[in-house]
């Protein structure tokens, strides 16, 4: 894929190129990007329709689900038309209707530790909106061990968090930046913490969550800002309140 921007994309992207810290060089460097979503739900839904509209050139998409009434509430990507097709299918859709620049390149079928670092290795970054701890672990470790940025996310039923994790490299103080085991040691035992089914979740507090989880990867692309990294966000949707919390390599 050429770097150079259209004459359609120019326009398109006008108001990302406007900005300084951004600029056309900044717009090239999301057309060139890779960037591998987990799951085309709740997190993902948003995340992916963000990053298309912001030019990131090649998204890939893995999810081994099929489209429900229930997913409407809250992923955003589908529609009642999709209802019973395969979410990859879906999504590809949908990115193509808001972006047809874009690539989309979809993975139907689930991830395992067997299978996850080879497509991890495809990608510049990946940002995960699974919705267990089984899969969280198997994607960090993955990409930790391939070297490439992880934008993690989880939420419950009116709360949410964010961090972006880069174990293989060092902080500014010289030390290891924490990875996500140092975050969370071990799953929950099972049980213990409620699928979305059984808790319910606000289907607005998705979008919140997954547009956090886009920004950040779109300041990782670009280079601008500063990245959660070594930093929980914490959203309690209720209070309308964010915090943040930091955490380092155990």
């Known amino acids: 894929m050429t770097t150079a921007l259209t004459a359609d994309e ?10 300084p810290e951004v600029g056309g060089a900044g717009q090239q460097k999301l057309k060139q990007a890779r960037v591998l979503v987990i799951g085309a739900g709740g997190l993902g ?21 099929t489209v429900s009434l229930s997913n409407l509430q809250r992923q955003v990507i589908h529609g009642t038309d999709t209802i019973g097709m395969l979410k990859t299918q879906s999504a590809e859709a949908a990115i193509g209707r808001i972006n047809p620049n874009i690539s989309a390149e979809t993975h ?4 395992t530790a067997e299978n996850a670092p080879a497509l991890v290795a495809k990608y510049d970054i990946v940002v995960d909106g699974s919705d ?20 993690h996310a989880a939420v419950g039923r009116f709360d949410g968090s964010v961090t972006v994790l880069k174990p293989f490299e060092n902080g500014s103080d010289g030390k290891p930046n924490p990875s996500y085991r140092d975050l969370f ?17 606000l289907g607005a507090l998705t979008g919140v969550i ?24 914490l959203y309690d949707a209720l209070a309308a309140r964010f915090e943040t919390i930091r955490y380092k390599r155990r």
């Open 108 to 111: 139907t079928f689930r991830l």
């Open 132 to 151: 267990n701890f089984e899969t969280r672990y198997v994607v960090a470790d993955a990409c930790a061990a391939e070297g490439k940025p992880l934008v």
């Open 45 to 65: 839904a948003p995340v992916l329709e963000y990053l298309a509209a912001a030019g990131v050139g090649t998204l890939g998409v893995i999810d081994d689900d």
């Open 185 to 201: 040691p071990e799953a929950p035992p099972p049980g213990l913490v409620p699928s979305c089914a059984e808790a319910g979740v």
């Open 210 to 233: 997954g547009t956090l989880q886009a920004m950040e990867a779109i300041k990782l692309v670009t280079g601008i800002g500063e990245p959660l990294i070594g930093r929980l966000l």
């Open 10 to 19: 120019i326009e398109r992207y006008a108001r990302h190129i406007v900005l």
